[in-house]
């Protein structure tokens, strides 16, 4: 990627009739602009599905002239694949769709969670990492600007509280996504509903089938803890929103383990043929084939297990480390391909900093964190530590 490289953001391809694909964007280098996710749009005879809604205007716009073309139904159903705002903004497209009965998903998860009070949320979750480090100081981008928030962070946290802090700095930092229609009063809580086990190709999942069977709900609970899938079988299209991001676990409600769970169950339906074409939250295209989707799929995993074992081999050779301790190692792991590869992937290109996926992914697997607050220390799981 590169800072010349011409943004996709709206643009609109026919993938199928009567399937659409409207392309999102990332955050590029130095771009102040917001990153929204791809989006879906699915007509199923009298029946029209969105799976996410992105965000801006460019999305939107691209969104009604599918639903201009489509015209009346008789079902629409909104789904959100999660509640983080990037998958959500255009969310109020449901009020214009000309339907006999409308539905708008996501798991309870999601409605109930702070997620969709975006700045709470995020204060939230850099609350819970503040514990062991400070998550402000781990950005390599912008630098001097995450400073400046610290400084003000710890100044007014002292009268105000340092969580609410965040959460005005976050409400700063996000208002770039505005505005904001997530259509809150559609929500349906789709796990109301009793679940399925469903088989794809020979894999198993607990999941929903809302209406007729023109497509699936599987939860997931990866990436989010509100994260689900959508299958087409008509068209073998799933659409995994955000767990294929290779920076993972992402932020500290993120399970690692559910994410290799489901990246691994996606690959088997892959090459059990049942997926033909994915879509994901990100990828600059929608992704064909057999061949295409399984080196995705596999890219990630892999990748994955030689960043854990770059961090094994970190402490192999040194114990009681802080996470910018454990960063400066891991980039001088010279002859790992995985090292240049996350450095170059981490904040701006993706959300989070690695020192955050670093804490996030050592808490996970059992690595111990000790010390004062925001002065933690790493040791290898079972490492005896003095007092």
């Not at 199928?16 to 409207?22: D, H, K, P, R, S």
């Not at 449901?94 to 949320?121: C, F, M, W």
């Not at 009793?194 to 609970?221: F, K, N, Y």
Request: hydrophobic letters at 40%; aromatic letters at 8%; charged letters at 25%.
């Amino acid at each position: 990627m590169n800072a010349a490289r011409q943004s996709r953001l709206g643009m609109t391809e026919r993938l199928a009739e009567g399937l659409w694909f409207v392309h999102g964007d990332m955050p590029e280098p130095a771009s102040r602009a917001p990153d929204f996710c791809n989006v879906v749009v699915y007509r199923a005879g009298r029946s029209l599905y969105l799976v996410d809604s992105g965000g801006g205007a460019a999305i939107r716009g691209s969104i009604r002239r599918i639903l201009e073309e489509v015209g009346p139904v008789d079902s629409f159903t909104l789904i959100n694949t999660h509640a983080h705002l990037d998958h959500i903004c255009n969310n109020d497209v449901i009020a214009e769709v000309q339907a006999n009965t409308k539905h708008h998903y996501l798991l309870r998860s999601g409605i109930a969670s702070s997620q969709l009070d975006a700045p709470g949320y995020f204060a939230e979750q850099f609350n819970r990492l503040e514990a062991v480090y400070d998550p402000l100081s781990s950005y390599r981008a912008e630098r001097i600007k995450y400073q400046i928030a610290g400084v003000v962070r710890d100044v007014l946290g002292r009268a105000f509280g340092p969580t609410r802090v965040m959460g005005w700095l976050f409400a700063f930092q996000l208002r770039k996504f505005g505005p904001v229609g997530d259509s809150r009063q559609t929500m349906e809580a789709i796990d109301d509903q009793p679940s399925l086990r469903i088989d794809i190709g020979g894999v198993d999942w607990d999941g929903w089938r809302p209406g007729p069977d023109d497509l699936c709900i599987l939860d997931a609970r990866s990436h989010s803890p509100c994260d689900v899938l959508v299958y087409i079988p008509e068209h073998r299209l799933l659409c995994m929103g955000d767990i294929t991001f290779p920076l993972f676990p992402t932020w500290p409600d993120s399970s690692r383990d559910r994410t290799l769970d489901v990246l691994a169950k996606s690959l088997a339906m892959t090459q059990a043929g049942a997926v033909t074409t994915l879509a994901d939250g990100h990828g600059d295209r929608c992704f064909r084939g057999k061949a295409e989707i399984s080196t995705l799929l596999r890219t990630v995993l892999d990748d994955h297990s030689s960043f854990e074992a770059a961090l094994a081999d970190v402490f192999a050779a040194d114990d009681g480390l802080t996470p910018a301790e454990v960063y400066e190692r891991f980039k001088h792991l010279q002859d790992r391909p995985v090292v240049d590869k996350y450095l170059d992937l981490e904040f701006p290109r993706s959300p989070p900093s690695l020192q955050n996926v670093m804490v996030t992914t050592m808490l996970q697997l059992g690595y111990s964190a000790r010390g004062p607050h925001r002065q933690q220390r790493f040791y290898r799981s079972g490492t005896a530590v003095g007092t």
